[in-house]
């Protein structure tokens, strides 16, 4: 479910103008637009159920395509930027738009008519059987079970309102704490920790520029800053430290089969759009950072996890690679599209990895096409050319 002038984030005049325009929601991400009425979908018919769906944005609306085929199964209209991310169910995805958070069900392929209203969605985040969503505009914090969202109703659960608004991320851990970011819409310093009854019992405001979140094996969270990364793990907070003194990773993407998060790493404060090529390795055992050069570089929408906790990077030569995420060595290179350059505009399509079990789905925004690959063989599965380019890629995945 935005960030700095880099892939995820604009700044001064930028998000002046992307917030009076835009909306978001990141891995993710980030300005939206104030209130409107809320967009009309498509006529809605009884549709068959689509097995396995995987949803993509494009501009005008989605396509819902059955995930294993990746035949086009319909298209529902729907203006404006709009973000998709997994509602943490087998069915459903939550589509951010210039009103709120709205359920979609893919499966069906039909809003249902839940929502949560608010200006600037932005992340949202599965984790231990609980979604978390942050809507920037209001700092509102809402938490539910995806169970509760069956049937088309309305799910009700937890919320927290932070004390002012700004571009944050939140999760809730197994045992009820929930750890959510602390900033302003000029600044964001850290992070604090809340006990079920929405009570402080942890606080660190060492995490400059705090953004994105990940879940480790062992319910351990980090939030990425930009000197490094902030981890809390058994009841307190501990700095990862990069070894650079300018080092932003807002991007992360983490496994519950593996201790090591995955994340981005970009060391060029003043860059209008930095394209790096080191991603970061942290482990939080040792609370140790490592660098891997893939040689090429990626964007925010690179990133993602294998079934059995491989680290994946998408980059702009076209190569999906494979990770050992204990090692840092490049295990498989498969190639998935074309050579591709990320845009300046974060919000524009551009080459998008989606990973849902042993599946690897990745678009072609510039020739229309999306591919699945088995993630264990290396393997095409199967490709689809769609009438536009997409941007965004989504669909249900239950669980973490």
């Keep these: 479910m935005n960030r700095s002038t880099r892939a995820t984030t604009l700044t001064g005049t930028a998000l002046a103008l992307a917030a009076a325009m835009t909306l978001t929601a990141c891995g993710g991400n980030d300005d939206a637009s104030s209130d409107a009425e809320p967009k009309k979908q498509t006529k809605s018919s009884e549709a068959a159920a689509v097995k396995n769906p995987v949803v993509a944005s494009y501009d005008g609306g989605l396509y819902v395509l059955d995930g294993e085929t990746l035949k086009l199964a319909k298209t529902v209209e729907l203006p404006g930027f709009n973000r998709v991310s997994p509602a943490g169910d087998q069915d459903h995805v939550i589509v951010s738009t210039d009103t709120g958070f709205r359920v979609f069900d893919a499966a069906r392929q039909t809003f249902t008519g839940a929502e949560f209203k608010g200006s600037k969605p932005g992340h949202v985040v599965r984790h231990g059987g609980k979604t978390v969503l942050f809507t920037d505009g209001t700092g509102e914090v809402n938490v539910f079970d995806p169970a509760d969202l069956a049937g088309g109703k309305q799910p009700k659960g937890r919320t927290y309102t932070s004390a002012e608004a700004h571009h944050g991320v939140a999760i809730e851990l197994a045992g009820g704490e929930l750890v959510t970011t602390l ?106 950072m490592k660098l891997v050069d893939l040689k090429t570089s990626y964007s925010f929408r690179s990133l993602a996890r294998g079934p059995h906790g491989e680290a994946l990077v998408l980059g702009t030569n076209g190569v999906l690679h494979v990770i050992d995420p204990e090692s840092g060595k490049v295990q498989k290179k498969i190639d998935a599209v074309g050579d591709w350059t990320e845009p300046l505009d974060w919000q524009q399509p551009r080459p998008t990895l989606f990973v849902r079990d042993h599946t690897a789905y990745v678009s072609d925004p510039g020739q229309r096409r999306l591919h699945s690959f088995d993630l264990d063989s290396g393997e095409k599965l199967t490709s689809v050319t769609l009438p536009k380019g997409t941007n965004e890629l989504s669909g249900p995945v239950a669980g973490h």
């Design 183 to 288: 900033g302003t819409e000029e600044k964001r310093t850290g992070a604090l920790v809340l006990d079920k009854d929405n009570k402080e019992i942890a606080r660190a405001e060492n995490c400059p520029g705090v953004h994105g979140e990940a879940a480790a094996q062992g319910d351990v969270v980090g939030l990425g800053c930009e000197d490094g990364v902030l981890l809390y793990k058994d009841g307190k907070f501990t700095k990862v430290d990069a070894p650079d003194d300018y080092a932003r990773t807002g991007n992360q993407a983490g496994s519950d089969a593996s201790p090591i998060l995955l994340g981005d790493y970009k060391t060029d404060p003043d860059a209008e759009l930095e394209r790096p090529t080191r991603v970061s390795l942290i482990d939080t055992r040792t609370a140790k």
